[in-house]
């Protein structure tokens, strides 16, 4: 028996749920702040300082990735991370000032960014045949769980919703127990095949920048062309359900030929943001969200299958900056109406990227 593959004692159906539903909580975690920010404000006042978790949330995130993209082994802090959120969760709805909930975010940070890797990682290695498709529909879950960060808002006052949280991150806790060590990984060996790993690498970059900015911009650029706030609200929302949408359908069209097949969809969505420069084509944001929904999984699992674990955390720190560089630098767009040219610069960008992985499918 060699490590390509799982021995077949390990519960690969029990993983795989731990992977789907460590998905679904990041989703509900990153979406957590802009949800509940209201009621926060109505519980603490001018208490609030949202830079400060945000800041806090960060730092403790990239610190946890840096270190578990380094260690073969996920059992035990798989499960720990899983019981790091709900602890948080627990500390937060308890929270008598706001910056308990800065204090929580540390934590929070820490399991989230080892949950997000190890979510994508396992279910990667559990799903050989399959990894395109099935960690299509595992990242598909993390867009459920932004969308139902809001929807719990609506309905929960925030502790109450908290501590819901928390027992379900920790009864999950116990489906990653046990999970096997990351296959073919020596930690002080490997080293990252750069000739290899960088145009995936550029693309992730690009696409979540691309992501980012149009899910934090889309809105102003839509007033600036006359849509009213309502449909700048349902737009977004379907803009998010969108790339949910297109991980759930168009990941099983992408598994056979993945980088072909996602060269035609950057090009459909270049074309795509390049009608939203006409005001009535507005609506087009969260087809071009369907269009761009298998590109993180799909990627990951290609670099996974090239480059192995050594090169996944690089990935992620590409996210990491793609998702704060580019919406930061649209914000220096002097006019609303202009933010249309950063959204086609960057669908440029990323198309003619893609072609750098011409010969690595």
Known sequence: MTESSPPPTHPRGRLTAAGFIGLYLHGIVVAMPGAFLQQWTDTFGAGVNIGLFYTLFLISSLGGLIWVSRQKYRHPVFTLAFAAIGIAFIAAACAPGFGWIGGAALLLGWGDGILNFHCNNLVGELHPRRKITVLNWANATFGVGALSAPLISAVLPWRWAFGLVAIGAILA???AWQAPSVQNFQPRQDRVQWSIAWPF?????????????????SGSYLSSIGWSKGWQSALLSAYWGGL?????TL???VGPRPVQRLQILFLAGLVTISLTFFSSFGFLF????VLYGPTFATIFALLQERCGHVALGYMFYAAYLGKTLFPAALDQIPYPIDLRLGFLCLALLLYFSSLLLKGKS
Do not use: F, K, M, Q
């Open 173 to 175: 806790s116990a489906l």
């Open 286 to 289: 969260p087809v071009a969200a």
């Open 201 to 217: 690498l550029l693309v992730i970059l690009l696409y979540v920048g691309l992501e980012s900015s149009i899910g934090t911009w």
């Open 251 to 253: 990941g099983v069209w």
């Open 244 to 248: 949910t949408l297109g991980r759930l």
